[in-house]
C-alpha cells in the first residue's frame, strides 16, 4: 500500500479554505489503494476534530486513526512522576490527556510538568505562572516549536512563539514532541508501513522529519510557509501544490493497465 504522510495547514487547507485541486487528489490516491495519514503540529484540535474538518473542507473521508497531532506525541512522552500536567494551550492538548487518563491541573504550583501548544488566548499571567513552574523543577515539554503558522490572514505566531517566551523568562529548553522530533516519528511509525511518502510545506518539519527516516521520500509543497525550494537539497521533490505531489506519488509508486509513469518534476536526492 501507498503511505503518504500528509501536513494539513498550508498543504490542504489555508484557514478554512480548502486548496484548489486538494479534493480531487485526495480522491484519485484513495482509487489508487492508497492510504493518507495526516501529520500535524498544530495543537489546537484533537484527531478526530482534525479529521471532521478535513470531511468537511474537502468532502473526502478521513477517520482519527488517520491523523496524528503533536499533543498525541507529547502525551506519550510523559513518565509517571510527571504528572499533574500544566498546560498553555486548547483542547487539542487538554482533551488529549484526559483521553489518556492523564492528570491536569490549573494551579502551576502544584505541577510536575508543563505542556505548552498553540494558544490565542495566550496573556503575560499565563507565560509567568508556566515560567514559575519550569523554575520550579517541572519538566517542561512543547508540543512543537513551528514559529508561525499560514492561515487565511497569512502567517501568524505559531506555538514555537510562546514556548520561546517561556524558555526565556524560566532559563530552560523545552523538550519538543512535534515534527521533526522523535516522539513524532515513532507515533507515525505505528501508523504506516512499507513505502512511505512524506508531503509539506516546511523544510525544517516535514522534510526534516522525512530525512530523519532514511527510507521516507520526501515531497516540498510550495506556497504554505516554504516559497521556493531545491530538490536534492531541501526535498527529494520539489511541486507546486498538493495534486502535484499525488500525480508524482501515484506516477512513481503504481502503474495499471495503460498507465505510465509520470515524468518527475526535479531529480531525486537518491534513487
Sequence with gaps: MIHVVCDLDGVIYRGSRVLDGVPG???????????????TNNSTRTPAQVATRVEELTGVGCRAEDVCTSPEAAVGMLRLEDAPTFVVGEGGITDV??????????????????MVGLTP???????????????????????????????????????????AAIEVAAGARAEVA?????PMIDLVRS????????????????????????EWTSILVLGGVTAGGKPGVDADYVVDGFPAAID????????????????????????
Excluded at 488566548?121 to 513552574?133: E, H, P, V
Excluded at 503558522?149 to 512563539?161: D, K, N, V
Excluded at 498507465?259 to 537518491?270: K, L, T
Aim: no cysteine.
Design 25 to 39: 487528489a485526495m480522491a484519485r490516491l484513495n482509487t489508487a489503494g492508497g492510504r493518507l495519514v495526516f501529520v
Design 97 to 114: 490527556l484526559a483521553g489518556a487518563g492523564w492528570p491536569v491541573t490549573t494551579d502551576a504550583v502544584t505541577a510536575n510538568s508543563v
Design 178 to 182: 512535534g515534527k521533526p522530533h522523535r
Design 121 to 163: 488566548r495566550i496573556d503575560y499571567d499565563w507565560l509567568a505562572a508556566a515560567a514559575d513552574a519550569v523554575r520550579r523543577g517541572a519538566r517542561f515539554i512543547a508540543t512543537n516549536i513551528d514559529p508561525t503558522y499560514p492561515t487565511e490572514r497569512g502567517l501568524l505566531p505559531g506555538a514555537g512563539s510562546i514556548v
Design 248 to 271: 508524482l506519488i501515484l506516477g512513481r509508486s503504481w502503474s495499471g493497465p495503460g498507465r505510465s509513469p509520470a515524468p518527475p518534476p526535479s531529480e531525486p536526492r537518491h534513487p
Design 191 to 214: 501508523r504506516v508501513e512499507g513505502r512511505v511518502w512524506v508531503v509539506g510545506d516546511r523544510v525544517d518539519t516535514d522534510m526534516a522529519m522525512a530525512a530523519a527516516e532514511l
